[in-house]
């Protein structure tokens, strides 16, 4: 069981709006930055939002991050069927020692 | 340009040891927080241990007492000694830097790790 809460699948049609959540506690996200990342289907993840809102050189507008409290979403407009991937969620945990935890990810589905 | 590695996996007798080794271009380990995250098969991700620019390290609970992370500097290289592995072990282990906010910027191509008689 992940420490960060995701729902497992999301859908919707191209062109759409989607949007992933992904929910914490006062010792990890309400606490620190999150980041999101993307892995297709037999690949490396690949950091897609970083720092809460922030987006890495090459990352499409389409792709948005937010953060209140202790829970973040990620936000995707203009669906394209190659958006079609593994999302999740991560960021640091101060609870004890530092480590760093993920969602348990959500399956995007471009109908 | 940025580029990890990763060597080392296989497949690996449980209870047997296994090192993987991560070498990095384009930046220098040694400056920076680096991390192993693993993915069981069709599993989500599980992050295994940081090094600090420092040299402190952490551990997940999981791993803890049974794998080290360690680097070379000369070498520009990371590494991840596991030992004492179980079957539960078995994942593609990815080798990654973490940047200053926290997130994983650059990732390996990973390196598949079996546990298995």
């Known amino acids: 069981q992940s420490v960060l809460t995701q729902p497992p699948s999301v859908s919707a049609a191209p062109g759409q709006k989607v949007t992933i959540s992904c929910s914490g506690s006062?010792?990890?996200?309400?606490?620190?930055?999150v980041s999101w990342y993307q892995q297709l289907p037999g690949t490396a993840p690949k950091l897609l939002i970083y720092e809460n809102n922030k987006r890495p050189s090459g990352i499409p507008d389409r792709f948005s991050g937010s953060k209140s409290g202790t829970s973040a979403t990620l936000g995707i407009t203009g669906l394209q069927t190659g958006d079609e991937a593994d999302y999740y969620c991560?960021?640091?945990?101060?609870?004890?020692?530092?480590?760093?935890?993920f969602g348990g990810g959500t399956k995007l589905t471009v109908l | 340009e940025v580029q990890l590695v990763e060597t080392g996996g296989g497949l690996i007798q449980p209870g047997g040891s296994l090192r993987l080794s991560c070498a990095a271009s384009?930046?220098?380990?040694?400056?920076?927080?680096m991390s192993w995250v693993r993915q069981a098969p069709g599993k989500g991700l599980e992050w295994v241990s940081v090094i600090y620019s420092g040299g402190s390290t952490y551990y997940a609970d999981s791993v803890k007492g049974r794998f080290t992370i360690s680097r070379d500097n000369s070498k520009n290289t990371l590494y991840l000694q596991m030992n004492s592995l179980r079957a539960e072990d078995t994942a593609v282990y990815y080798c990654?830097?973490?940047?200053?906010?926290?997130?994983?910027?650059?990732w390996g191509q990973g390196t598949l790790v079996t546990v298995s008689s």
């Open positions: 006062s010792s990890n996200i309400g606490n620190n930055y």
């Open positions: 990654a830097r973490v940047a200053g906010g926290g997130d994983i910027d650059y």
């Open positions: 991560g960021t640091w945990d101060s609870s004890l020692s530092p480590y760093v935890v």
């Open positions: 384009g930046f220098t380990v040694s400056s920076n927080y």
